[in-house]
């Protein structure tokens, strides 16, 4: 069984630039969630894919959009790059959409704006 | 607006003790409460989940308690050791809404 594994790891950018993150999910789970998560705090929901379709978003600007592919892998796309967008950006996968399913993360990527 | 509250600061605990941690939560009434682990630089591990109806919820030396009334819950780790220390989180969803609220999380560091 293949864990969710992000893309990169790292990554720096400037401000009002574009970026693309990338996601895996486990095998056989057809859900993929992305969470923002500043130093010291929470992650903070983005969006939630299910089989492809956006299943709900929480409170970001649309330049924050993503897309969910046949095989359920996702991206995270995030256009006119700001300051506060530095943060931790997590993936996770999960068998079915929905709050009573365990979630299963990925390591993460690091994104600084500068 | 929706708040969730978790010690902002680091809890120390000699090992071999039980260490308890809180999450208050106010304006909100969730349906499932989901209790996390994360150590630095990675993301988050499920540790357990549970429902409004559910008073307990235990697995192996970890136990969690969900309080609707007092607006609350409780994660213990009995038998602490120093492997268990790492930054836990809670999340709460409600029914009709399925995205998770998030805490901040609380540091627990276990002393030798």
């Known amino acids: 069984e293949t864990g969710v594994t992000q893309s990169p790891t790292h990554l720096i950018k400037t401000r009002g630039q574009q970026v693309t993150l990338r996601c895996s999910s486990q095998?056989?789970?057809?859900?993929v969630s992305w969470y923002q998560q500043a130093l010291g705090q929470g992650p903070q929901f983005i969006f939630q894919?299910?089989?492809?379709?956006?299943?709900g978003r929480g409170n970001f600007p649309p330049r924050f959009s993503g897309l969910q592919f046949p095989n359920y892998s996702s991206e995270l796309n995030v256009n006119a790059l700001e300051l506060d967008d530095s943060a931790l950006y997590l993936c996770?996968?999960?068998?079915?959409?929905?709050?009573?399913?365990?979630?299963?993360f990925g390591p993460g990527t690091r994104l600084t704006v500068l | 607006s929706q708040k969730i509250e978790q010690n902002s600061e680091a809890l120390n605990i000699q090992e071999g003790k039980t260490a308890t941690l809180t999450c208050n939560y106010t304006?909100?009434?969730?349906?499932?409460l989901q209790w996390y682990r994360q150590d630095p630089g990675r993301g988050p591990v499920f540790l357990l989940l549970?429902?409004?109806n559910e008073k307990e919820k235990r697995k192996e030396r970890l136990k969690v308690t969900f309080d609707t009334t007092l607006k609350q819950s409780l994660f213990h780790i009995t038998a602490s050791q120093p492997a268990d220390s790492a930054t836990y989180l809670c999340?709460?969803?409600?029914?009709?809404?399925?995205?998770?609220?998030w805490g901040a999380g609380t540091k627990l560091i276990i002393k030798p």
């Open positions: 304006n909100y009434s969730p349906a499932y």
């Open positions: 549970i429902r409004e």
């Open positions: 996770a996968s999960s068998s079915k959409g929905g709050p009573d399913n365990e979630q299963f």
């Open positions: 894919y299910y089989r492809e379709e956006e299943n």
């Open positions: 999340a709460l969803a409600s029914d009709s809404n399925y995205q998770l609220i």
């Open positions: 095998s056989g789970h057809n859900t």
